[in-house]
């Protein structure tokens, strides 16, 4: 006759880690320290500070983000004159660069290495201990069995160590007719990985912060980009970069292909972009052979110094200037920047001259019309380009002060007008030359190309982040997947037959603790004598 | 060039679907409310319980009673199905019966209708909106169909089949995307990596969001006289427990799209981390449900404050897919350089 209980519905949980209450009298300031500390990296402050966290990037994704789109978040703060000053002093529009977004991230992995650290003495302890001494009453524990058996005392308890071990639990004898077992240490370990590795992902991310860099650059078909700094529209290194150590590569661009929807009317998808291929010629920095190199939105050239991105494109008008006398005086292909999905663009046109220089700014449209929305383009591909340009006078070219070559600084410039009185407005088609008012020359469309907008970044510190959220991911599994259990197993004497007690204990819901005591026992007695 | 006439089959496929939901969510409606006992209800409160706890009497030993500290909505295990069984009205087994068969069906239906606009379109259908709701949908409902295999999940069918329903309606209405070919950014293997590994994700947490809110109100109503209906539900403990079970498969798994969005924003905009409000989002939920997973296992914290998080969770998740994709400025437009 064999006995087996049934499990209590909530096993007991194991003891929390860390979980001592502060002694209360008298602190001083060591036992400040050491209250704050024992706060600090408890699990209660730990999620109290995760779901800070969770509320705390919120605003970063309903407002504007200077990082992200510097001239939305100047004209938001613009449009709310009282709201904009005050939410930009608290930080919401560098939200994730804020002192209380930073704080809560801080403190929160200063509290993770102060619950990983000792976690992990406790976990080496343990594997190094022997799984603790049976209790006096098993049919106390939240999972117990009892079964009577034939056989020895000695048998019995050296089969069950058989039964324990091959379910893989380390067992040990305190005593005689007692074992104790436990298995799913990688439970515990599988936990600790997850949370250091966070830890890695961290680092990872600060010294990609700390040692990467990024630069932007736009390069028409045709054109060749040598990576020094010079070259770069814009730059931005981190802190510990040196910018004049950049591997000279080249790169130049063959063709810039773009494909856009035009078979689907509807709205959203009429005109949406399909396709865009750079294709380049590579020369390495080490002075490899050149080879030719296609550049994608979704693959990017690593070049041994940095991987280039193929982020924009754009058009590059070719526009050609006369003076009065017929002359050449500018004669290139103009990025003009795409801003918006039907590549309506801005940009600028500069031209010195000897009395006095000659400025267009305006915009270039690939299939332009005109309505009473102003001038628009109707579809991304240059099925019908043209150029909307006004025309500036005077000096352009004085302050020492960098200007933006995609755009006319009008101050101190007058604008052309026509006889009326209005200003002069130009509507260029593409192989249309313009004759300016008062013998000033002419301008002229040439013809079109495109440019790519190339973004080339280094991140060292991509690799670490990588591995470290691998493993924590690894680290999360075993940790969710994995059962902690010990069983405890105890022989007695009943007259002619032995009572074999077992009794299990999980760590937190352990609904199976009942079915592997039922399998032990199973192998015990594989046919129960009843 | 997406096939026209493919992606209407797929549409008709999912309008049928629909419509087998419909019936399927009145046959679930019926299975409970035909439970009522006829006189008092004292009938059925033990059964669903049973398949809760793990019972034994069916293995060779024999068994007897022992601790536990049982409470009211634990009852004894030794109560198998076969003791309740015959107090299971046969109007209410039978609509649960095709409660089931019509969610199998529209589950079938429904991965045809995916099926379609992927063969339509050429491509994994995993690029817009309506797509990722179709195709969430069908997840849910071959989640559950599966897991009803399992055990007894016919009292959870009304709460899973009548959110589809909805989900569903709003994909092929509102959100409703013709067939076409993706912009380049999309056009990427981490697509179908990563938003399959997000979809599949989200219906788990949406079913253990489902089992979350049951577990709050059977716990309400277990104070007050609770509908007759809800006798059919398991105890809140127990809907805790399977909530629970739920959220440390889906948990991983949303860790998993985090790191796969990583690696392709990496791949197609140079950067693998650009606080985008998608990401942005992204990483909220998987923060909150850490949060969750770390309430359950903190000493102190009850059960009841940790399912408010889960549940906080899930608004997250549907602020995400209902109000971040169609509502805030972030990285989608690839026209130009900013
Ligand atoms: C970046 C912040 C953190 C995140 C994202 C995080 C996340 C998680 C997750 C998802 C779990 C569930 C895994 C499981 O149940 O086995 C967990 C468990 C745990 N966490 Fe954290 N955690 C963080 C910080 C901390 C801190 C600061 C502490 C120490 C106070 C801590 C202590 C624990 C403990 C002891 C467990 C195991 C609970 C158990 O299973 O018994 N965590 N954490």
């Known amino acids: 006759m064999t006995q087996v209980s049934t499990p209590s519905a909530a096993p007991v949980p194991p003891a929390p880690p860390a979980a001592a209450p502060p002694s209360q009298p008298r602190l001083g300031l060591l036992g400040w320290l050491r209250f704050s500390w024992r706060q600090l990296t408890s699990m209660r402050t730990a999620l109290v500070l995760l779901l800070l966290l969770a509320l705390g990037a919120v605003p970063g994704s309903t407002f504007p983000q200077r990082s992200l789109d510097a001239t939305r978040t100047a004209r938001w703060i613009e449009d709310h004159p009282t709201a904009g000053p005050w939410l930009d002093r608290l930080g919401f529009f560098e939200v994730y660069a804020s002192p209380w977004f930073s704080a809560i991230y801080l403190l929160l992995f200063i509290s993770l290495i102060g619950c990983v650290i000792p976690r992990t003495r406790i976990l080496l302890h343990q594997l190094r201990a022997t799984p603790p001494r049976t209790p006096k009453r098993l049919e106390r524990l939240p999972a117990h069995v009892a079964v009577e058996v034939d056989g020895e005392a000695e048998e019995v308890l050296e089969g069950a160590r058989k039964a324990l071990r091959a379910k893989r639990y380390r067992v040990h004898s305190h005593g005689p007719g007692t074992l104790s077992a436990e298995k799913g240490y990688a439970k515990e370990a599988g936990n600790l990985l997850f949370h250091l590795a966070l830890i890695g992902v961290i680092v990872g991310v600060a010294s990609g912060y700390l040692f990467g860099w990024r630069g932007d650059v736009i390069l028409p078909v045709g054109q060749t980009f040598a990576n020094t700094l010079i070259r770069y529209d814009t730059f931005s290194p981190g802190p510990w970069v040196d910018p004049s150590a950049l591997a000279p590569y080249t790169l130049r661009l063959d063709e810039m292909e773009a494909t856009f929807e035009s078979r689907i009317q509807s709205k959203g998808q009429f005109g949406a972009a399909r396709d865009f291929v750079a294709s380049t010629t590579f020369t390495p920095a080490d002075g490899s052979p050149s080879r030719a190199e296609e550049i994608t939105v979704n693959g990017p050239l690593e070049t041994g110094g940095g991987t280039v991105f193929l982020l924009g494109n754009g058009y590059a008008p070719k526009i050609t200037v006369r003076d009065g006398s017929g002359t050449v005086v500018y004669s290139e292909a103009t990025p003009f920047l795409t801003v918006d999905n039907l590549y309506k663009s801005t940009g600028a046109i500069k031209v010195q001259g000897p009395k006095g220089d000659l400025g267009f700014s305006g915009f270039f449209l690939p299939t332009g019309i005109i309505d009473d929305q102003g001038p628009r383009s109707v579809f991304p591909d240059a099925l019908d380009p043209a150029l909307a340009l006004t025309v500036f006078e005077g000096r352009i070219f004085t302050s020492s002060a960098p200007q933006s070559v995609y755009s006319l600084d009008t101050t101190g410039l007058t604008q052309l007008t026509s006889a009326g009185g209005d200003p002069l407005r130009i509507w260029l088609k593409l192989g249309q030359t313009y004759e300016l008012p008062g013998g000033r020359g002419s301008i002229t469309f040439d013809s079109l190309d495109r440019y790519a907008g190339f973004s080339i970044r280094a991140d060292p510190g991509k690799t670490l982040t990588l591995v470290s959220s691998l493993l924590s991911l690894a680290g999360l599994v075993a940790s969710l997947v994995i059962r902690r259990r010990r069983v405890f197993v105890r022989v007695t004497d009943t007259g002619p037959r032995r009572l074999v007690t077992v009794g299990g204990l999980g760590q937190g819901d352990d609904d199976g603790i009942t079915d592997e005591l039922a399998d032990v026992v199973a192998r015990l007695a594989p046919e129960p004598a009843s | ?338």
Not at chain 2, 73 to 82: C, R, S
Not at chain 2, 261 to 290: L, M
């Open chain 2, 1 to 338: 060039m997406p096939n026209t006439s493919l992606a209407g089959y797929a549409n008709l496929a999912v309008y049928s679907a629909m419509a087998v939901l419909t019936l399927a969510t009145l046959a679930y409606a019926v299975f409970l409310a035909r439970w009522v006992p006829a006189r008092g209800e004292t009938v059925a409160s033990v059964a669903p319980e049973s398949e809760l706890v793990p019972a034994y009497a069916g293995t060779s030993t024999a068994y007897t009673g022992g601790s536990g500290d049982a409470g009211a909505d634990q009852p004894a295990v030794a109560a198998a199905a076969e003791v309740t069984a015959p107090a299971e009205p046969l109007g209410a087994r039978k609509a649960a019966g095709i409660g089931l068969s019509l969610t199998w069906l529209a589950t079938l239906l429904l991965a045809v209708g995916v099926g379609l606009r992927g063969w339509s379109v050429q491509r994994w259908p995993l690029g817009n909106m309506h797509e990722f709701a179709t195709f969430g949908s069908l997840a849910v409902l071959a989640v559950f169909a599966f897991w009803a295999r399992r055990r007894d999940l016919r009292w959870l069918g009304i709460f899973v089949v009548a959110p589809v329903l909805l989900v569903l309606g709003l994909a092929i209405t509102v959100w409703y995307t013709e067939a076409a070919e993706l912009v380049p950014s999309l056009k990427s293997v981490w697509l179908v990596i990563h938003v399959t590994v997000a979809t599949i994700s989200v219906a788990l947490f949406g079913i253990g969001f489902a089992l979350a809110c049951l577990s709050l109100v059977r716990d309400r109503l277990a104070t007050s006289g609770r509908p007759a209906w809800m006798t059919r539900v398991p105890g809140g403990a127990a809907l805790e427990k399977l909530a629970y079970s739920l959220h440390i498969i889906a948990f991983p798994l949303w860790t998993f799209t985090l790191i796969a969005g990583a690696i392709w924003a990496r791949q197609a905009w140079g950067s693998y981390w650009n606080w985008d409000p998608k990401e942005v989002w992204t990483f909220v939920i998987w923060a909150v449900y850490a949060a969750y997973l770390h309430a359950r296992a903190t000493t102190g914290v009850s059960r009841r404050t940790a399912t408010w998080i889960a549940i906080a969770g899930f608004l997250c998740i549907v602020i995400n897919y209902a109000v971040v994709n169609v509502w805030f400025v972030g990285q989608h437009s690839y026209s130009g350089i900013s």
